[in-house]
Each structure stands twice: as C-alpha cells, then as structure tokens.
Nanobody, 130 residues
Framework: QVQLVESGGGLVQPEGSLRLSCTAS????????IGWFRQAPGKEYEGVLC???????????DSADSVKGLFAISRDNAKNTVYLQMNNLKPEDTAVYYC????????????????????WGQGTQVTVSS
C-alpha cells in the first residue's frame, strides 16, 4: 500500500508563499508521476500541477491556467519528495491540497485529471487570509 504524506500547509497572508512537500514511506516515487490537487469548500477537486517521471530533463510538468507563473512543481528523487512551491498566494487559493501518485511507470507527460491517479495523501490545509 502506497502511503503519501503531505506537509507544509498553514496560514499565510495574501501575497505570501508556501512550499508543500509530498513524500512516500517505504516506497520510491522515482518512476511515477505525481500530481497536486486541491479542493476548496463546496468545490470539486482541481488539478493544480503535476510532474512526470524518467531521466532528469526528460519529463514534463503541467499546470492549471489559474496558477501558471505563480506555482511550481519539482521533484527530488534523492529525498523521495515532490514539492509544490506556491507564490503570491491569494484568498482563492485557500483549500486542502493533496498529492497523488499515478502508478504507471515512466510516464513522462503527466495528467491533471484526478481519475488518472491511484493513491492519494490525506491532504494539508492551506489558508490564505489577512
């Protein structure tokens, strides 16, 4: 059973930054795509960013239009961690953020469709408020 754990959420003021982390215990994420999703109260899941897998430089990331140029995703395979860097946060970014893993290996092009992911973390709350 793959267990993903998110961390780094919290309360931040508008225009602030946060970095979320996603790691897996006793499972290497090296070969798999990872997606970050969020769910605001009363809303559907939204794919935020994802990153493919493979040799460094061979895989791709994708992002929702709403976060282009503001959020970034990266992976550090040595630490078995995927990061979501969020900059210039706005109140509308308030949500529970989840990471998820697509267990099809070596998928260089990732998906922002939640149906393509097999396991999910418990989520971490991000609140943007003054």
């Amino acid at each position: 059973q793959v267990q993903l754990v998110e961390s780094g959420g919290g309360l931040v003021q508008p225009e602030g930054s946060l970095r979320l982390s996603c790691t897996a215990s006793e499972f290497s994420m090296d070969y798999y795509s990872i997606g970050w999703f969020r769910q605001a109260p009363g809303k559907e899941y939204e794919g935020v960013l994802c990153i493919g897998s493979g040799d460094p430089g061979s895989y791709y990331a994708d992002s929702a239009d709403s976060v282009k140029g503001l959020f970034a995703i990266s992976r550090d395979n040595a630490k078995n961690t995927v990061y979501l860097q969020m900059n210039n946060l706005k109140p509308e970014d308030t949500a529970v953020y989840y990471c998820a893993i697509d267990l099809t290996p070596f998928r260089r092009v990732c998906s922002l469709n939640s149906d393509d992911y097999d396991h999910w973390g418990q989520g971490t709350q991000v609140t943007v408020s003054s």
